[in-house]
T-cell receptor
Framework: DAGVIQSPRHEVTEMGQEVTLRCKPISGHNSLFWYRQTMMRGLELLIYFNNNVPIDDSGMPEDRFSAKMPNASFSTLKIQPSEPRDSAVYFC??????????????FGDGTRLSIL | KNEVEQSPQNLTAQEGEFITINCSYSVGISALHWLQQHPGGGIVSLFM???GKKKHGRLIATINIQEKHSSLHITASHPRDSAVYIC?????????????FGKGTLLTVNP
């Protein structure tokens, strides 16, 4: 049973470059989450999709960040232009419909992003 | 003040010891999660609970809704238990999708 798949696992790039992080949720899950983890702030929700529609993007730091979910099996998080303060680990998670009952979130292995 | 507070921040134990990690929260919740993260690794959900107690192997999680407090216990700790343990609370009502995380407890179990 494949879990949440994120790519790349590691990304190192220079500031100003565009960065695209990818996520494939678990098949059948219709809730998808993007999180950012830093030493200072811990884990924070960036954006939440339900049935491919963004429901809550209040955690997206600024206009340089954008996220899409073109279909049920794929999502991207894009940073353009990237800055050194964007360096963090970015996690994608998915779950079954939250309206059914409390459902656990399944996390990917994360993308470790370093902006030089 | 953070909505989710964990203690201790760091914990070092000898193999075989009984471990307790605490989590207090200040908001209404629909559920509480305990997560495990190994260094450089992904995040694994250990427990999700909204009342009482759950047990899985050597791990036990309890929650007291009235006191807004949860504990994670590890019996007969082992070096492979070394990881960061994160408490997260799920909002209630219209925010029941949202997890708010504690800063985590770094556990090191020495052989």
């Amino acid at each position: 049973d494949a879990g949440v798949i994120q790519s790349p696992r590691h990304e190192v790039t220079e500031m100003g470059q565009e960065v695209t992080l990818r996520c494939k949720p678990i098949s059948g899950h219709n809730s998808l989450f993007w999180y950012r983890q830093t030493m200072m702030r811990g884990l924070e929700l960036l954006i939440y999709f339900n049935n491919n529609v963004p429901i809550d993007d209040s955690g997206m730091p600024e206009d340089r960040f954008s996220a899409k979910m073109p279909n049920a099996s794929f999502s991207t998080l894009k940073i353009q232009p990237s800055e050194p303060r964007d360096s963090a680990v970015y996690f994608c998670a998915s779950s079954l419909a939250l309206t059914v009952s409390n459902q656990p979130q399944h996390f990917g292995d994360g993308t470790r992003l370093s902006i030089l | 003040k953070n909505e989710v507070e964990q203690s201790p921040q760091n914990l070092t134990a000898q193999e075989g010891e009984f471990i307790t990690i605490n989590c207090s929260y200040s908001v209404g919740i629909s559920a509480l999660h305990w997560l495990q993260q190994h260094p450089g690794g992904g995040i694994v959900s250990l427990f999700m609970l909204s009342s009482g107690k759950k047990k899985h192997g050597r791990l036990i999680a309890t929650i007291n809704i009235q006191e807004k407090h949860s504990s994670l216990h590890i019996t007969a700790s082992h070096p492979r238990d070394s990881a960061v343990y994160i408490c997260a609370v799920r909002g209630s009502g219209g925010s029941n999708y949202k997890l708010t995380f504690g800063k985590g407890t770094l556990l090191t179990v020495n052989p």
